[in-house]
C-alpha cells in the first residue's frame, strides 16, 4: 500500500474527468489512487487479484504477456467500477495508468487504438492508457511450474458465468462433443455469484464425470464501501472475456467460447427512441470481434472469442435440457437485472426483460419452470410492472411485420442499421458469406417471433394486472 504514494497523490493537468493510477496489481496489499477532477476529490482503495488457481495449466511456464493482460482486466474492471459512467449525458474520460511488464508492447499505437475503440463502444466513455514499466516482482503463480498433469486432448475452454445460457450453452455442447472436456472460466467480486457458479457446476458434474472443470480468479475491492459505484458497469463482459481469454491461452488452446443466444446478444433495441447502449454490448458479435483483435495483437498470434449460439434462439439453446428431462437445472441459474434482497421475497424478479425472456425459453421449450420470482410467486410491486413486457411485445410486433416483406433483409436493415453492420464485419470471423448470415440471422428473428406466438399468453398472464382483465394484445396498444 506504500507503492509511489507521493506519486499518486500529484495532479496531472489533462483533459480527464477520472484518473486511475494503480499500483502494481498483487495478490494482496495492492491498491489503485483514484481521483475524481470533476470534484477534486481522491481516494486510495485496496485492489487485489487471487489467481492462483491459473496454476492448473498446460503451459509449464507462466508468460509474462498473459500476467499483462490479467492486470489490464484488473485495471478495466477497477476503473469501470469507480468512475461514474452516464449514458445519456456527455460522455465520461477516464485515464488509466498501470504498470506491467511488457509496456513495449501495450504502449503501441496499433493496441492502444483497438483497446480504446473497444472500451468506447461497449461503454460509451472515452478511455486513456499509460503504461508504466512494472518493477515489482510477479505473482505468485508466476512463479510456479504447472499443476495440470496432462495436456486435454480435446478441451473447449469457456466462460462460465451460473446464468442459462452458459448452462444450456455447455449441456448442449456436452450431448453433442461426447469426447470434449470443457474447461469453464468465471470471475466477478460478488461472493453470491460465486456460489451461483458453484452451485450449478457442482449439479452437472454427476452426468458428466471427468469432463468437467471449474477454474475462478475473482477481483477484490478493500476500503471502497463509501465510495458510490458505477450503477451501469458496461465493461464486466470485457474483463470477463480477457481473463477468460488468459485461461484459453494457459490451456493451450487459442479460442475462447462464449455460449449466449443470438437474440440476446446482438440485442436490438426494443423501440425506434432507444439509446444504444441503453443494451449492453457484453456479447454482442462486434464486441466478441473486437475483443479477439485486442488478444491477438497482445499475443502475436491469431485468438479468437467465438459464440457457437450466435444463430440460436434461447429456446433453442434449452432444448437439450428438455430432451433429457432435466428440468431440475434451470432453477440453479440466475438471470434476472434486478435481483431483490428483501427477506421472504424471491431474488429473481420475473418481469426484467432477462427474467422474461428467460420465461419465454424455457416455456417454448417445454421446461418446467420451477424458478421462483417476485412476479408472480412474491408480493406484486408498486410499480406497474408491465414495462419491459409491453416493449419486448412491440419489437415482437416490428419483426412480424417486417419479416413479412417480400425483401426481409432490406426490411430488416432499414429499422435496424446495425445488423448490415454486424453481417460485414463478422462474416468472414463466422466463417460465412455476407448471404449466408443474413439468411440465417433472418431464420433467427423468425424463430424468434413463432416461439412468442405459441407462448405470449401464458407470459403475458403472469405480469399483466388480472384484476384488470388485460389480455396480452392490449399491452400493445398501452
Known sequence: MNWGLDMMKKHYTHDSDYTLRFSPVLNSNGCVHFIDHSRNKENTFGLTVDDQEFGYRVQPRFPSVIADLIDLAVAIHASDRLAVQHLRQEQSRIRVVLPVRHPELLNTKSFQAKLENLLRWATGSRW???????????????????????????????????????????????????????????????????????????????????????????????????????KIPRARGIVFTLLGAAYAYLMGQRVLYVYENGIGAINLPYRASAVGLDHSRSVHPLTLLMVSDVVSELFGEEFRVRNPFLFWTKAEMCRALAEDGRSDL????????????????????????????????????????????????????????????????????TFRRLLSASDQWEALTREFLQLDDIVDRSAAAENLLPADMQSRLIKLYQTYVAEWDTVESRIAAEILDQDSNQQASSALAL
Open 330 to 397: 434451470p432453477p440453479l441459474t440466475k438471470s434476472c437485472d434486478s435481483p431483490h434482497r428483501q427477506p421472504q421475497q424471491p431474488i429473481q424478479c420475473g418481469y426484467c426483460s432477462s427474467c422474461i425472456l428467460r420465461k419465454q425459453a424455457l416455456a417454448a421449450s417445454k421446461i418446467e419452470d420451477r424458478t421462483r420470482y417476485v412476479v408472480p410467486h412474491g408480493n406484486r410491486p408498486a410499480k406497474d410492472p408491465s414495462l419491459h413486457l409491453r416493449n419486448m411485445l412491440v419489437q415482437v410486433c
Open 128 to 230: 486513456a492508457f499509460d503504461f508504466q514499466k512494472r518493477t515489482a516482482s510477479g505473482r505468485i503463480v508466476e512463479q510456479e511450474e504447472r499443476i495440470f498433469p496432462n495436456d486435454p486432448e480435446e478441451c473447449e475452454v469457456a466462460l462460465w458465468s451460473g446464468g442459462l445460457d452458459a448452462l444450456a450453452g455447455l449441456y448442449s455442447r456436452l450431448q453433442t462433443n461426447h469426447a470434449a472436456s470443457f474447461m469453464l472460466f468465471g470471475t466477478g467480486s460478488n461472493n453470491n455469484v460465486y456460489a451461483r457458479q458453484e452451485h450449478v457446476f457442482k449439479a452437472l458434474q454427476p452426468s458428466f464425470r471427468d469432463r468437467l472443470n471449474l477454474c475462478r480468479v475473482p477481483i477484490r475491492f478493500s476500503d471502497s464501501s463509501r465510495h458510490q459505484k458505477n
